[in-house]
Every structure is written in C-alpha cells, then in structure tokens.
C-alpha cells in the first residue's frame, strides 16, 4: 500500500472499505466519479479492503464486480486482526472477560477502528453493566448493525427515547440493506 501510494506520479484517493461496511460502499461510487472527473490530471482510487480473511479474494472480486466497482482493490492484512477478535470471542461467550479483552485489544492495536474489535469491547463492558464505556465503543462501530441495536436498548432504559429511536431506526435501515434481493 505505501509503495503504491509512493510511487505514484498523480494523486492517489485511497478508500478502506469492507463487504459488511454500508457506509464506505455507498461512498465508492462518489470517489470513482471524481476519479472520473480529474482522470485528465491522472487522479487514481485505490479500494483496501478490510474484509475477513476467508473473503479475499473471490468473495470481495465477486462483490466488487456486483456493484460495478472499478478501480484496483487490495486487501489490508494487518497480521490478520481478526483472529483475535474470534478468539476474544470465544473467550467472551465462555465468560473470560479479562482474557476477551486483551484480544480485542491486540486487534485493536493493529486496526484502531476494527469495527467487530470495538463492537465486541462495547457488549463485553455492556455485560459488565460498563454502559458509559460500552456506548463508547458501540459508537465506535456503528457500520456493525447490533450496535445500534444495542444503543437502542441502552438509551431506553435510561429513557432517552429520541437517540434509542434514532439508534432504532438505523438499525433497521442497516439489516434492511444485507437482506438478499430476489
């Protein structure tokens, strides 16, 4: 990715995306446009996916090519963060907290914004009864549709009714948008 970037003669318009993530694949076809628009001064986009390991790379060619994306596409493997997000999982669901956070914070030391990483840490301190800190990070993760959910939850009991609305309704919009079409 740096050497890409630096031997680059013309600006290079780098956009980190990932299959699961609405926000950042509503926002390609914009930069392929601009692309488009300054091709005359050699602008390129460079897409850096930051999908799961077992996408890369026929499920994210076949996604991309579905949504008619069509600028080079590289995937990010920062020493595959997502095994420790897995891993703090499985010690989360087995009720380990202390040993599910330090994974979901060695992930989150390779990719500061790993949207599963903080969705993960947010309902870790939300089973804590942590709400401030888990609402930190579920704001952190909000390309993760639960964590609206969760947001939703959180801000009812504590009777903020417009930001559970809010959370509510984004949550709907999200899981609305990964239903198959037929």
Not at 21 to 38: A, M, N, T
Not at 125 to 132: A, T
Request: overall charge negative.
């Amino acid at each position: 990715l740096e050497e890409y970037i630096s031997e680059s003669k013309t600006p290079v318009i780098v956009s980190f995306w990932a299959t699961y993530c609405v926000p950042c694949i509503e926002e390609i076809p914009y930069f392929e446009e601009l692309v488009k628009k300054y091709e005359d001064r050699g602008v390129k986009l460079l897409l850096v996916s930051l999908d799961f390991e077992e996408f890369y790379p026929n499920k994210i060619r076949r996604f991309a090519d579905k949504m008619k994306f069509s600028s080079p596409i590289v995937w990010l493997d920062e020493t595959n963060a997502d095994a420790y997000v897995n891993l703090g999982r499985l010690y989360q669901l087995r009720g380990q907290m202390k040993q599910a956070k330090k994974l979901y914070q060695i992930a989150l030391s390779h990719i500061p914004e790993h949207p599963l990483a903080l969705y993960n840490m947010g309902t870790l301190f939300d089973e804590l009864d942590e709400l401030d800190t888990a609402i930190e990070y579920y704001r952190r993760a909000l390309v993760v549709p639960d964590a609206h959910y969760n947001l939703a939850r959180i801000y009812e009991a504590r009777g903020d009714e417009l930001a559970s609305l809010r959370h509510m309704r984004r949550y709907e919009q999200l899981i609305e948008y990964d239903r198959p079409r037929g």
